[in-house]
């Protein structure tokens, strides 16, 4: 096999350096997809495993342990058995880029799988995006340092395969590219582009095989009704940015907060007890959310408070899942950090989806008390999704492709186009003057 092997390279390499590229470029989408796949697949096995016991409708008291004993035991690996950090793919990936380090232990290869399973499989409020764009990044640079490409390209390799893993764990392929082009900020000739859009094919077609071409969350909603609905697509986009500030900010604050407390086990511990509470209050912020997100898109509204210890309150069914809906969207980033930032292995992606799900939610709902207005809050919720991932990541074209095509609402992709560039507007206004100097 290893003769068989050379002998496939040294075919690549007399071929030219772009034959290599592009091949080296396909292989890591094809390896990255498959893993995005094995990750999805082992975060709902660990999951399902520790909560098929949950009768629907119960209070759920074990939420109060899982997730911090998922933090535990993510930290625990990455201390005693990989002895590195590697929580915060995502700019960990852009700190390899900025400062030329594109040769990425092989090691990340599997870790951050590994931890990202503990993490999320007992309940950490994540994604799993940052984590598999890691690997991705590893199977890109490993790759091309084994076909001898010189080092400019096993950069772009890098970045590559970082949007490889972000097209396979979302089924993708053009939120992917705009990852590396958007978020990574890599700049890329005509070639490479090319590459990068082969590699996020191949990952997201891989996942798809191994899926069964299932949709990522599938949308079965209603029709756009035109420009009402747009109308309030503007709306939405304005709140849903001042929304994602707040988000942000919530996020930041735990994170310095988490991050000053140098005994990493209490660290743990601190992070993985408000990681709880939130949990248990708010069940659906259990995981990434994706089921959740699924049903209150697709019109099941109830299902943000379902399960929730304050369903005991005796409220109007209406009444209550709006101020279980607007604590969630309180909690998540606040949960979402104490995941990331307290030991957990995550990615920050996934929760702008949820929270953004739960602030269109609200806005809908919101609308729909007054006289004369009648507005679909699943669509509304699927908007929310893109125009909170728009501002609060500041990536308003990844979020709208992204958004359509993990969910395959491509026919909505005017009013999911307009919430997300008006919230990424009230974002950029917002820190035109909190940092004019910027």
């Not at 990434?288 to 399960?307: H, L, P």
């Not at 369903?311 to 109007?316: Q, S, V």
Request: with cysteine; hydrophobic share 55%; charged share 10%.
């Amino acid at each position: 096999m290893p003769a068989v092997t050379e002998r496939i390279i040294s075919c690549l390499r007399n071929r030219g350096s772009d034959t290599v590229f592009f091949a080296v470029a396909t292989v890591t989408g094809l390896i990255a997809g498959a893993g995005a796949w094995l990750l999805k697949f082992l975060i709902a096995a660990v999951s399902e495993m520790l909560t098929s016991h949950f009768v629907n409708g119960d209070i759920h008291w074990a939420l109060l342990a899982l997730p911090m004993v998922g933090i535990v035991l993510a930290s625990a690996y990455q201390r005693f058995i990989i002895h590195r950090d590697i929580s915060h793919g995502v700019e960990r990936i852009q700190r390899y880029l900025n400062e030329g380090q594109y040769r990425i232990s092989s090691e990340m290869l599997f870790s951050p799988i590994a931890s990202s399973v503990l993490t999320l499989g007992f309940g950490g409020s994540a994604g799993s995006e940052g984590p598999i764009a890691t690997t991705g990044a590893a199977i890109g640079s490993n790759l091309s340092r084994r076909m001898g490409l010189p080092e400019s390209s096993v950069g772009l390799m890098v970045a590559i395969g970082a949007g490889a893993g972000i097209a396979g764990i979302f089924k993708a392929p053009v939120g992917g590219i705009l990852f590396s082009l958007e978020v990574l900020g890599m700049a890329m000739n005509t070639t490479a582009v090319l590459a990068l859009a082969c590699s996020c094919l191949a990952a997201s077609l891989t996942a798809n095989i191994l899926s069964g071409f299932k949709v990522a969350v599938a949308f079965s909603g209603t029709t756009p009704s035109g420009a009402g609905e747009a109308a309030a697509a503007i709306v939405l986009g304005l709140f849903c940015g001042f929304y994602s500030i707040i988000y942000a900010g919530a996020m930041r604050s735990t994170r310095r907060r988490l991050e000053s407390i140098s005994k990493r086990w209490l660290r743990n511990i601190i992070a993985g007890t408000v990681l709880a509470v939130a949990v248990f209050i708010f069940p659906s912020l259990f995981g990434e959310g994706y089921g959740v997100i699924g049903k209150v898109i697709n019109g099941d509204t109830s299902a943000m408070a379902a399960a929730s210890p304050l369903t005991e309150l005796r409220l109007d069914s209406g009444w209550l899942v709006l101020a279980v809906t607007a604590g969630v969207a309180l909690a998540k980033g606040i949960a979402m950090s104490a995941t990331t930032s307290g030991g957990g292995v995550a990615g920050d992606f996934a929760p702008t989806l949820f929270a953004g799900c739960a602030a269109g939610l609200i806005f809908a709902m919101v609308a729909n008390m007054m006289p004369g207005v009648h507005l679909p809050p699943g669509n509304f919720a699927l908007y929310g999704m893109a125009a909170t991932m728009a501002g609060a990541l500041k990536a308003p074209l990844m979020a709208i492709f992204l958004v359509t095509e993990m969910t395959a609402s491509f026919a909505y992709i005017l009013p999911v186009a307009i919430g997300a560039g008006m919230a990424y507007g009230i974002v950029r206004i917002a820190d035109a003057f909190i940092r004019p100097n910027k």
